[in-house]
């Protein structure tokens, strides 16, 4: 049994600041609800990156405070925001001709499971009692030119999300081109995924074991 | 003349009838027309459709409906929300019918409907379970799924301004659904905060022209 408390494991933070190293000047990206709009904290200053909010904003601020807040100015989470000078507003089908249209030049997503062709699961468990909710996942899956996904590299039980083929409910087929993990950041490519780089303390062989998958180096 | 200005609230929804298809904008609570929401469920109509990003949250707006019983399927992307529980206890008693479909298939079935289209194939939802049953075709190399077009008996928006022939402004995110559900229904009745005089309004800044909405009503309103 390796010993995984050697490994420095990546936190959000982290993850969040690898993502934003991909992320060139000029892009215009969609954050997926939850951890991936974490990654807005951590935009550098000396790049224009422009953010696009499924309901309607491209441009948009931070989350708004105080008098800032808004009811009618909300992000695709429902949070109160604010636009950036330079904000542009417009409707739902404007929006995710955005999105379809493969105008969006990079999504991050969260997901339960990519597999080694890029397939995505990451709307439903299929717990039948949870309620099915798909939003704009479906979507911005498919249309936007770079899909990336940030998620734990395991599950709380200690299985690889990296599989051979995805178990849970589809999202789509051979979408993500890149997976950014609390232990590595690994590329799908035609060949297969290729470990980019991975977390101090942990050897590619150890990467490769807990991945389940197989991982093709980098460097080699 | 053309006045499309309605009295109060009551009047805008008072021919509703029971079964009816209804659209209505909002993403959470931005957008949402919750007035007359409110007032369609003072009116009573029953064994409603209704179409939205959502399926309601907390007690008002959509949720209203949804707890009094008076909607028998939802149509939307998202019914899943901080504060909702009326649509999540009705879904598992099997007492709501529930029609998922991919966020910006939504919109884009919504966008053709008002459009005179008849439906389109999209990449979007292919292979997954949302697919099943849907005809598929292969497009420039790539596989797509048929999605049919949406209309509707009548579509509840909110805006910000109108004026007498229907004209209307939307402010920040609360536009959402707004411009493409007034296309797309037989009846539009929109809900706005202020209503100007004709001409009061920058024909540059106009939304929604004034052919797609039937019916402007003050959301302070009351009968």
Request: hydrophobic share 40%; with cysteine.
């Amino acid at each position: 049994m390796m010993d995984l408390s050697k490994i420095k494991k990546r936190s959000t933070a982290d993850i969040a600041k690898r993502i934003v190293q991909d992320i060139p000047d000029g892009a215009h990206v969609n954050l997926g609800i939850g951890q991936p709009m974490s990654i807005s904290n951590y935009l550098p200053s000396d790049r224009e990156i422009l953010l696009h909010s499924e309901n309607g904003l491209l441009g948009m601020g931070p989350l708004a405070q105080g008098d800032e807040i808004d009811e009618e100015l909300v992000n695709a989470g429902k949070q109160p925001v604010t636009m950036l000078p330079g904000a542009s507003l417009c409707h739902h089908a404007d929006s995710f001709v955005m999105i379809r249209g493969g105008h969006i030049d990079i999504c991050v997503l969260g997901a339960f499971q990519v597999s080694i062709k890029g397939d995505i699961a990451n709307w439903r468990t299929g717990d039948p009692k949870a309620i099915p909710a798909v939003g704009g996942a479906m979507d911005l899956a498919l249309g936007a030119k770079k899909l990336f996904v940030m998620m734990e590299h395991l599950t709380k039980s200690g299985e690889s999300k990296l599989v051979k083929k995805c178990t849970y409910p589809l999202t789509a087929l051979e979408a993500v081109d890149c997976i950014y993990t609390d232990l590595a950041t690994i590329a799908v490519t035609p060949n297969g995924l290729v470990a980019i780089d991975w977390a101090d303390g942990l050897t590619f062989e150890e990467l490769q074991e807990l991945s389940g998958v197989p991982l093709i180096r980098a460097d080699k | 003349m053309i006045q499309k200005e309605v009295k109060n609230l009551a009047e805008a929804v008072s021919d509703i009838p029971d079964g009816s298809a209804i659209l209505s904008s909002g993403f959470g609570g931005a957008g949402l027309p919750t007035q007359l929401l409110e007032a369609l469920y003072e009116q009573g109509a029953k064994n409603l459709t209704l179409i939205s990003n959502n399926a309601g949250s907390g007690t008002n707006g959509i949720a209203k409906l949804v707890i009094a019983g008076r909607i028998k399927k939802m149509i939307c992307s998202f019914p899943r929300q901080k504060e909702e529980w009326a649509f999540d206890d009705l879904y598992r008693a099997g007492k709501i019918e529930l029609e998922l479909v991919p966020q910006g298939t939504l919109a884009e079935r919504i966008r053709a409907g008002g459009a005179g289209i008849g439906g389109f194939y999209t990449p979007t939802g292919y292979g997954t379970e949302l697919a099943n049953g849907k005809d598929t075709r292969v497009i420039d190399g790539v596989n797509h799924i048929f999605e049919k077009a949406i209309k509707a008996d009548f579509a509840l928006i909110k805006a910000d301004k109108g004026d007498r022939w229907g004209n209307l402004t939307y402010r920040g995110t609360g536009r959402n659904f707004g411009p493409i559900m007034a296309t797309a229904a037989r009846c539009t009745i929109a809900q706005v905060k202020e209503i100007v005089e004709l001409g009061a309004l920058d024909p540059e800044v106009v939304v929604t022209p004034g052919i797609f909405v039937q019916r402007v009503v003050l959301a302070g309103s009351k009968s």
